[in-house]
């Protein structure tokens, strides 16, 4: 198995979750990539089992810069079979915590994709064990979710 986690990170926050998130998921025996949004060529994404998306949000709840071309060439994508994952940093300072996350869960919906219906929002870094704690269970989830949307494809099939 395969994963992909791409992000946008300004200040390191974001990047440090999707550092987390590899830690885990490698420590679960799947092979991990992890590249920055506006390094992906959104066309690979059907090459992995897995994708993990994570952004900050921007001024008051938009995408940054750097996730704008990936998110309008993701969301013209048709991702059926891929299990999308989406996390992201944010400021409760700001009146739209996190708003990023959401923007991108909302567009994945629309391509097909199998989204976990959880998301992973963190105010800043994740500083604290808990927060490491945190980004752990949310890869656990996530790979326990999609264990079971593939044990009931095979089931559904046979």
Known sequence: MK???????MSGNTEDMAAILKETLEGKGIETEMMELD???VEDLSSYDYVLIGSY???DGDLPYEAEDFYEEVSSLELNDIKVAVFGSGD??????CE???TFYDMLKTTGASVFPETLKMELAPDTDEDV???QEFATSF???A??????AEDHVS
């Open 92 to 97: 409760y300072s700001y009146p739209k915590f």
């Open 147 to 152: 264990a079971f949307l593939e044990k009931r």
């Open 143 to 145: 790979l326990t979710w």
């Open 133 to 135: 704690v945190c980004c």
């Open 3 to 9: 994963a992909l986690i791409a992000f946008a990170s």
């Open 39 to 41: 390094d992906t060529n």
């Open 100 to 102: 990023a996350v959401h």
């Open 57 to 59: 949000t921007w001024g």
